[in-house]
């Protein structure tokens, strides 16, 4: 027969009790349940980052640097990822999406130069450095540049 689901018992010592603070002198743990006497910390809990009413350390420290709201982030995908697919594919950034090349919240897609390709492909991307321009022309293969995104098409439909 073995081991029945209701005869599952996790290891011993595995679980523990919960220690019930603030129930009486028997416990060791009674009168102040383990806070102390008095003060803040006994009544309530303390904001994070509060420092006793000193200036807290996010505020002494300045601010420093910039973030451009306008960013747009270009995702780089080396020909020797491109030489998985098979010959002759057309290479689009949805595809590179489905295989896993690039994730989906690549705006831009750049083709780098790194390690070598054998297959020719059509590739469509946004850029292309001049050694992958070099290796996909060498191989056999063309390249389209794309101007627009997804989203844009998507926000003109």
């Known amino acids: 027969m073995g081991t029945e689901l209701h005869t599952l ?44 009413g000193q200036l807290p350390i996010h505020r002494r420290v300045p601010k420093r640097g910039f973030v451009n709201i306008h960013r747009v982030e270009v995702y780089g995908v080396n020909v020797e990822r491109l030489d998985t697919l098979e010959d002759g594919a057309i290479v689009t950034p949805e595809l590179l999406h489905e295989r896993g090349l690039v994730p989906k919240k690549a705006q831009r897609i750049k083709v780098l130069g790194d390690g070598e390709l054998t297959k020719k492909l059509t590739i469509r991307v946004h850029r292309v450095s001049a050694s992958a321009r070099t290796k996909i022309e060498g191989a056999g293969g063309t390249i389209e540049l794309v101007t627009k995104t997804a989203d844009a098409d998507a926000a003109e439909a």
Do not use: D
Not at 26 to 42: E, I, M, Q
């Open 9 to 52: 018992k996790p290891p011993a010592g595995a679980r523990k009790r919960k220690k019930r603070v603030g129930r009486g002198p028997g416990s060791g743990n009674g009168k102040t349940a383990g806070r102390g006497s008095k003060g803040t910390r006994k009544r309530n809990t303390v904001a994070p980052g509060f420092e006793g």
